[in-house]
């Protein structure tokens, strides 16, 4: 099977729809009805492209996976040249047929060379428990030097 991983634009936008809707079934178990999914979807890629990079992965031509790293830029400060940049990974999905065979590694992989060579601070993330083995050997590690607040602390 022919495997690639790409960046993708605004041109791959329903790749990354179909993609959405296949994890939120997938999670569901059934078909999820919304005619107002495809619109809404576009409204917030719209809004957040410039600061989210997408790749998706493909096996023969079709796009079976995706991932995305939305990157903060923290404030600048005085005699500093270079933006200090971080990102934080989210939507990490392969399509069932198509996991275990390495592919989200490879999708990984890719992210973590862009966050290199962008000079990010960190990368961050929130695991199910099953994935944490995933993103171990991806190179992540527990975090202890954040903080996290949930509704009602
Ligand atoms: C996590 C995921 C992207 C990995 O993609 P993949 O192509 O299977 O990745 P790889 O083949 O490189 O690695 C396989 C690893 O994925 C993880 N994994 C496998 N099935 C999984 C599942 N249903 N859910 C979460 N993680 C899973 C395991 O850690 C597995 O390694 P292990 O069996 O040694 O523990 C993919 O399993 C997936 O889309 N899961 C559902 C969505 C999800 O949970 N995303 C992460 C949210 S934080």
């Known amino acids: 099977m022919a495997e690639a991983i790409r960046v993708a634009g605004w041109e791959q936008r329903h790749d990354v729809a179909a993609l959405r ?22 409204e917030w890629l719209e809004r957040e492209q410039d600061q989210r990079v997408t790749w998706l992965g493909y096996a023969d031509g079709e796009a079976v996976a995706m991932v995305n790293l939305l990157v903060f830029t ?44 962008q000079g990010f601070v960190r990368v961050v993330l929130s695991p199910s428990p099953r994935s944490v083995p995933f993103y171990l050997r991806g190179g992540f590690e527990p975090a202890t030097s954040l903080m996290v607040r949930l509704p009602g602390s």
């Open 74 to 117: 923290r404030m600048p400060r005085p005699g500093e040249s270079a933006p200090n940049q971080w990102g934080y990974l989210a939507n990490c999905y392969v399509l069932p047929e198509h996991r275990n065979g390495g592919l989200g590694g490879r999708m990984l992989d890719a992210l973590t060379a862009y966050a290199d060579e």
């Open 21 to 42: 809707r296949a994890w939120t079934e997938e999670n569901a178990g059934h078909p999820v009805e919304d005619d107002g999914f495809t619109d809404r979807f576009e």
